[in-house]
């Protein structure tokens, strides 16, 4: 990657920041572009200074530069409490801000990575979830805004490459979690939220039973899977990233408090509506890439804990 010109978009956001620092590390000529609707300075701040490394504060659906090797388009908002809110502004970047990505990529023939979602299986009924199923989605409910944009997303990096030939590749990440997710407990995703209310010892919330299930993969391994996917010979190839160990939500907030030696009780609020009931990748397209996660839950956690405890200040 050295000297190469890459473009990651999101980039100030959580899986952004990680993926444009391993970038960085690699030599490449890193352009991070951001409006910080969700992602935020702090997480690229080691990074501003370096030679190889600039921020552009702008948005991706007004308008998205040219001349890159690579363009990673990662700029989305990535939790569902947040994405409810704003349905509006969490369909443009994956419409728009997209297009605007994809007309970049063909006028300077760069290769273009989508960071699509699991999301677009909606509530699966085929475990683990191989890349040729269709999806079961909700196309009118609350989840919409971002499934369907994913989805639609999908189809226009498609369409790109069936029209004009454009080297796309679509990753389709599962639950990652690590350092530097959003700490504001309000609106954040299950295991940061876990990870704060156990911190503080209070009540961890569950939606629903808690029977619901994910696979979590630590930010590590998906930055590695994301790389991989860049740089393989893969044109037009949509693979699917994440982890493989399956666990209940009701699991996850019990290992949460023995990791974080928590006197926290479990409270359960109403189910979210359309809340995937299991969500498992079957990973083998990954795995023939030679990709796969090594990081456990359990290690995963406790770094996370760590980081965590850190910065929120607790002892
Ligand atoms: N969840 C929960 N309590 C919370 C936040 C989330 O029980 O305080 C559940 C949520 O209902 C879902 C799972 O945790 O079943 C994962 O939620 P998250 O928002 O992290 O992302 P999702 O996988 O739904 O996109």
């Known amino acids: 990657m050295r000297g190469k010109r890459v473009l990651v978009t999101g980039g100030a956001g959580f899986l952004g920041s990680w993926l444009c620092e391993a970038l960085v590390e690699m030599g490449a000529h890193v352009t991070c572009l951001d409006n910080l609707s969700t992602g935020s300075i702090e997480n690229i701040a080691h990074l501003m200074g370096k030679e190889n490394f ?11 530069p040219e001349g890159f090797d690579y ?9 569902p409490d947040d994405y409810m809110r704003r349905p509006v502004e969490t369909m443009l970047p994956n419409s728009i801000g997209l297009l ?3 007309e970049s990529a063909r006028k300077s023939d760069s290769v ?5 979602t699991s999301e677009v299986y909606g509530d699966a009924d085929l475990i683990p979830t191989p890349e040729h199923y269709w999806g079961r989605v909700n196309p009118i409910g609350p989840r919409s805004c971002y499934d369907e944009s994913k989805r639609f997303g999908e189809a226009l990096c ?8 454009v080297d796309v590749r679509i990753a389709r990440i599962f639950n990652t979690y690590g350092p530097r997710m959003d700490l504001s407990a309000r609106y954040a995703r299950v295991i940061p939220r876990f990870i704060i209310q156990a911190l503080r010892n209070e009540p961890i919330t569950v939606h629903g039973d808690g029977r619901q299930t994910r696979s ?9 899977g994301l790389l991989k996917l860049l740089l393989s010979d893969c044109k ?5 990233l994440g982890g493989e160990e399956e666990i209940s939500i009701i699991e996850l907030a019990n290992l949460i408090k023995e990791l974080t030696s928590s006197s926290s009780s479990i409270i359960f609020l109403p189910a979210r509506e359309d809340d995937p009931r299991r969500r498992k990748p079957d990973i083998s397209r990954a795995k023939n890439l030679g ?3 090594s990081v456990t839950l359990r290690d995963g956690l406790a770094l996370t804990i760590e980081w965590f405890r850190k910065k929120g200040g607790f002892k």
């Open 54 to 64: 600039s921020f552009l504060k702008e948005d991706v659906c007004k308008s998205c």
């Open 71 to 79: 363009i990673v388009h990662g700029a989305s908002i990535p939790s």
């Open 100 to 102: 605007n990505c994809l």
């Open 112 to 116: 273009l990575l989508y960071m699509s």
């Open 158 to 165: 498609m369409s790109y490459l069936r029209e004009y030939g």
């Open 216 to 224: 979590f993969c630590y930010v590590s391994d998906m930055v590695k």
């Open 236 to 240: 037009g190839e949509v693979v699917n």
């Open 291 to 293: 990709w796969r996660p």
